[in-house]
Every structure is written in C-alpha cells, then in structure tokens.
C-alpha cells in the first residue's frame, strides 16, 4: 500500500487552520438540550458541504438521528481512498451552560473579545481586590497568548477542530494519495446521556455495510486539563475509564424522633455506607494498565418532602464507580458484599445505644437483621405480589427525563410499596447508563495502532523538545465507551436485571463494529468552568500532526 509521504516541514501551518476552524464551532453556541445543540448539525453540515471535495461527492456528508429522542443530530463526513480500510475521527459538539460566565456570557463562544474581556477585568480586579490562584494563573495564560478561552473550545470543539483540519488536508491529496478511507463523525449530548455517540454504534454497521468500509481505527478527539506546564495534558491515551452509577436506597423503621428506638435508623446505615465508600483508595479498580478513582458520592437524599419530627423512611445515595477492568456484574456483587457488612455493623451499634439508653427495644434490635438486596430481586418480589404486568405499568409511567436518578429513585420506591418490603435494608441497582471501559487488546489492529502512537509520540517530543506521553487511561467519561465494542451478552442481561428504567439501558446492537480506539486531543484548563481556555499551539498544532501521522501508519499495517 503506497504510504503518504508527509514531514513535519510539510505541514507546518496545521495551527492556522486548526485555530480557524476551532473558533468558528466555537462560535456557534451548543449547550447539551438547547436550541444552540439541536441547530449545530445544519451549520456544520452547511460549512462541509463548501468544501471541494464534499461540493463534489456531496452524498458523502449526511447527518444521522441521536437517540433516545434527544432532538440532534450526528454529522458524518466521509473521505475516499483506495480500498475498504477507514479510520474514525470522532468527537462531541454539545456543551455545558454557559450561565457561570455571569457578565461575560455574551462573549462566551467570541474567543477572541472574550480573551481581551477576561484580561481586562482579570487585570483590574487584581489591583482593585487581588486575584484568586486560579484567576492569576488564568491571567498569566491569557496574556501569554498561548491560551484561548470560550465555552467548548477546550470540550471539545479544538480537537473537533483538529479533526476537521486533518479531514480537510486529506481530501486535498489526489486520490491516488490517499490510501485509506477517513471517516469523521461529531456527536451531541456527550455532556448529557450520550445518545449521539450511542446512535453511531448502531448505525455504523450499517454505514459499513452500504458504502463498503471495513472500520480499522478510531481517533477520539476529547481534551485533557493540566494546571501545570502542560506536561501531564500533552497526552495519548489507549482506552478509557468506564462507569457504573450505583444506587443504594437504604430503608429504615420511621419513628417519632423523641422514640427514635421505636423504630431503625436508615440515616444511620447510610452514614456507615458513606463512611466504607466515599473516596476509599481500596474501592478503586485497578489494572496492569493504570487506576481509576475512588468511588464518590453524586446524590444523597431522604424521603421528607415536608418537615416534621419523623426520622426518614429511606435515604437514596448513588455513587459514581470508576473501571478500568470491572465488568457491571462485579461492581455489584462487591457492593452487595459491601452493603452486608455494612447493615450489620450498623444494626449492631443501633442496638448497643439503645441498650446504653435503657431502652427496652434493645434486645429486638439486637437480633433484627437488615436485607440486603438488589433491584432484580426487588422487581421479583413486586411481580410475585402484585403482577408483573401491574409492575410494568407503573415502570412505564415514570419519564425518564434528564436526570437518570429520579427515575430510578421513583421506580424503586413505588416497586418497595409494591414488594410489601419492610425496613431495614439496603436495594442496590444501576442508577444511569453503564459507561463500558475500553483499552487496546492483543489483536493485530490493536498493536498497530499501539505502536504508531509510541512512535510518532517519541519523534514529536524530539522534534518539539517537549514531553508526549502515552497513557493506559483518558481519566474522565468519554463517548469512546460505546465505539469499537464488541457486545458482551452476560453483562447486558445483568444491566438489564438490575436498572430501574428501561431507557437507561442501551447495549450495544449483536452486530456492532469491533475495533481498537484511542484518545488524542487537546490539553487546557478549567473544564467546564468560566475560566475554561485551550492551549493552543499543542492543540492546532501537535495533536493534528500526530492524528496524521498515526493514521498513516494504520493504513500501512493493513
């Protein structure tokens, strides 16, 4: 295969266009479930379709419904070259807010103005009432004019960016320079439920099919943050971290709070749970490959709706898990093994204060045990009750709606009053949308792609005197999750058995495309905040030139 023949020399000015393009998405606003989002896909879409090479084949950049209803869309562009073999560039569109921006929201996707707006407050704050840390750091960045501020330059419309202006440099090569296909795709709802990215696992098969594409690679586009010298940012990594949202509605014995031995305490129990699990290093999953975070708490609430003298008849907490190498399945049955301990203890110091109050409760407290169980097993004890069908209807008419967690607090709730469950226990399901983890395996494809970017990642560093490191992990969610996935049947039907909500559970179709996807992208700062900025020359500069360089390399291997 006849490989491109391309020096750094070649193409010095990636940056240029990069910055061009990188300031035109980020100018169009696209905040997850806005109008801003719903109205991107057309203006990409018109913007691609100026080019030569789409004006000419335009029947080769369409776009392609997100799912679960979110009102977007996907945008794919598609590249010619010799032959089946394609690589993937993918990224998401959608945004945060950008509320926090307070008297700069005007400004907010204007990168330039923003940039002279920001340092002129920043300047004048600092002589008027100082600067935060943060704040001097980001003012020292801005003036430094290495830095880009706006909402979703750094997540993620300069690595889309880098993306296009790598499609773009492709499509200009005579097609007998072009020795592969190169497909690139951006996606909303990222920031959201993923629906843009879950829509392009089920629809590439048959993409694949129709236009003759075998999918060999995947380059992601997301960014990384670096509150340092960008040595920790600049960074390829080989997989991704996934996630399970584990809820645990723990459920006590109400009772007057001057009684409180009348009944059992379900705060109690979720303090003790909180106590084993919040930030516990030896929760964290762990591979030959890196570590994930430590659990973390992302919801706590009781059942009070009003105040009163009641304690609470159940506390709902849902943790954020982190894998690297657990399957859903085992994050589960460690948590359910958790949870035991957990209601033991805490029953038995229940019991020893109230004997310490003299209480004549004690000995029933002494000898009461506290179920532990999971929502599959709820869901069985409501269907023996009542009906499966009676079940179903009362599933079905919880909306799902933006926050997974209420839908799954509501159903599991209603299914304890339906199950005739008493207190105490502890009911553990999935409380969101399974985020799958991913690395390189041991195929050919795999080690290809592995060994490009270990090599072009140590010539880029001799050439730019500049750390470029290879990571096992990208640390944060990505839409990588649902890309390259082979299906894994036993762990669908467990996410399925197991979570509340019907549409949380999206697994990817039988027929799904199986390859190797890696990260490369930009490195910035201040994620998701006001002071969210890019650093630009490693992002219009570096990042495509190594996004070229790999995927010639692919294409070579194959």
Not at 205 to 216: E, H, M, S, W
Not at 421 to 426: E, F, Q, V
């Amino acid at each position: 295969m006849t490989a491109l023949l391309l020096t750094p020399t070649v193409q010095g000015d990636w940056f240029v266009r990069a910055r061009e393009l990188a300031l035109l998405l980020t100018s169009w606003p696209s905040v997850t479930g806005q109008p801003g989002e719903t109205a991107f896909a057309g203006l990409l879409e018109a913007e691609l379709r100026r080019w030569p090479i789409f004006a000419a084949h335009p029947e080769n950049v369409w776009l392609g419904r997100a799912r679960s209803g979110h009102d977007a869309w996907n945008v794919y562009a598609l590249v010619e070259g010799h032959g089946t073999q394609t690589v993937l560039l993918a990224g998401h569109y959608d945004t945060v807010s950008t509320d926090d921006y307070g008297a700069w929201q005007p400004l907010a996707g204007e990168a330039e103005a923003l940039q002279e707006a920001m340092c002129h407050t920043l300047e004048t704050q600092s002589v008027s009432r100082g600067l935060e840390a943060s704040e001097r750091l980001a003012l020292a960045d801005l003036q430094s004019g290495e830095f880009l501020p706006g909402r979703g330059l750094l997540d993620m419309k300069g690595g889309l960016a880098a993306g296009l202006a790598v499609l773009e440099h492709y499509s200009q090569l005579p097609p007998e320079q072009r020795p592969g296909n190169l497909l690139f795709v951006t996606t909303p709802d990222e920031e959201g439920r993923s629906s843009g990215a879950r829509a392009v696992a089920h629809d590439l098969p048959d993409i694949a099919v129709r236009r003759n594409l075998k999918l060999v690679a995947g380059l992601n586009l997301d960014a990384t943050a670096d509150v340092g010298d960008g040595s920790e940012g600049r960074a390829a990594y080989l997989g991704t971290v996934g996630k399970v949202l584990l809820s645990a509605l723990v459920v006590g014995c109400p009772t007057h709070a001057a009684y409180p031995f009348d009944g059992v305490s379900a705060s109690l129990m979720t303090a003790e749970l909180l106590r084993r699990v919040e930030a516990n290093p030896e929760l964290a999953d762990r591979s030959e490959l890196g570590e994930a975070a430590a659990p973390a708490c992302l919801e706590l609430r009781d059942s009070r709706t009003q105040y009163d003298v009641t304690t609470p008849a159940w506390v709902w907490c849902a943790f954020n898990v982190l894998t690297v190498q657990r399957q859903p399945s085992e994050v589960l049955a460690l948590f359910r093994s958790l949870a035991e301990e957990v209601a033991a203890s805490a029953q038995a110091e229940f019991a020893r204060r109230a004997a310490g109050a003299g209480s004549l409760n004690a000995p029933r407290l002494m000898v009461q045990h506290p179920k532990v169980l999971t929502y599959g097993e709820l869901r069985a004890l409501a269907d023996a009750r009542v009906g499966a069908d009676a079940v179903q209807v009362r599933i079905e008419s919880t909306l799902s709606g933006p926050d997974p967690l209420r839908a799954s607090r509501e159903i599991t709730v209603a299914l304890m009053g339906l199950a005739g469950l008493d207190g105490p226990a502890i009911i553990l399901g999935f409380g969101a949308l399974h985020y799958p983890h991913t690395h390189l395996g041991d195929h050919a494809a795999d080690t290809a792609l592995k060994a490009a970017i270990v090599r072009h990642a140590q010539d880029l560093e001799q050439e730019t005197g500049l750390t470029l490191r290879v990571r096992g992990h990208f640390a944060g969610i990505s839409d990588m999750s649902f890309l390259g996935q082979a299906a894994n049947l036993p762990e669908q039907d467990c996410l399925r058995g197991h979570t509340p909500h019907p549409a949380h559970v999206d697994p990817v179709p039988a027929d799904a495309l199986e390859f190797p996807i890696v990260n490369i992208g930009p490195w910035g700062r201040d994620y998701h905040q006001r002071l969210e900025r890019i650093h630009a020359p490693y992002s219009f500069q570096t990042v495509p030139e190594l996004l070229w360089r790999v995927m010639q390399d692919v294409w070579q291997a194959g």
